[in-house]
């Protein structure tokens, strides 16, 4: 597993996220991606349309760095798979998955990320995150179960192989929502391996609720 970046072969800027459709792959050969100076706009949430890439169900991108001037990384619109998808400066958040459904399963295998305050993997939809052979550095939480989405339910993560350093929260779930969290062979200095909250539906504030057992 890699602990730290490829050099990026170039760097392309572009104006409006670039879309990957449905069931399609996109290799990015190394090339560093991002949406211009100033564009990060320290934690304001931002939408689809500030991201970089937009994957929707079934997507693939791969062979990718973010570079950091971005407002917010990748979405998945839907199950996707990342592949060896680098983040040299998380502004908002690094990663989002949203719609996707139970039984649905989005793949995070190897690359990493960096300097994420707040979280690298935002998950408000209700399948399943698995992180495998991922590295992050200086972050907040690795994954994170929405607290006040709209819609709630019950979702899942699996990380295994993984390493972090300096973070905060390795994983934080919503245990009123049934959410799981499985962590095997992951080296981290974390404080909390994993965080419970109450998760609440919409304009609401989740609180925690103790750690993880087992």
Not at 15 to 44: H, M, P
Not at 78 to 85: D, I, K, N, P, R
Not at 95 to 104: F, L, M, Q, Y
Not at 148 to 166: D, F, L
Request: with cysteine.
């Amino acid at each position: 597993m890699r602990t730290s970046m490829l050099k990026a072969t170039k760097t392309i800027t572009n104006s409006k996220v670039i879309e990957v459709k449905a069931g399609q792959t996109f290799d990015g050969a190394w090339a560093r991606y991002d949406r211009g100076s100033g564009a990060c706009n320290e934690q304001a949430e931002g939408g689809d349309a500030d991201a970089v890439f937009l994957l929707r169900k079934g997507a693939t991108l791969k062979n990718v760095i973010i570079g950091k001037n971005q407002a917010e990384g990748v979405h998945c619109d839907g199950a996707c798979t990342l592949e060896f998808v680098w983040f040299e400066d998380v502004c908002e958040d690094a990663i989002t998955v949203k719609n996707d459904a139970a039984g649905d399963h989005t793949w995070i295998i190897g690359g990493g990320a960096y300097h994420a305050s707040d979280k690298v993997v935002q998950h408000n939809g209700c399948g399943t995150v698995n992180i495998i052979n991922f590295y992050a550095e200086d972050y907040g939480k690795l994954y994170r179960s929405c607290g006040n989405c709209s819609k709630q339910c019950k979702r899942n993560v699996y990380v295994e192989g993984t390493t972090t350093k300096n973070g905060g929260e390795l994983v934080g779930i919503n245990s009123n929502y049934g959410d799981t969290a499985t962590l095997k062979n992951v080296c981290t200095d974390a404080k909390t391996r994993c965080q419970m909250y109450t998760g609440c539906a919409g304009g609401c504030e989740p609180k925690k609720a103790g750690v993880c057992s087992g």
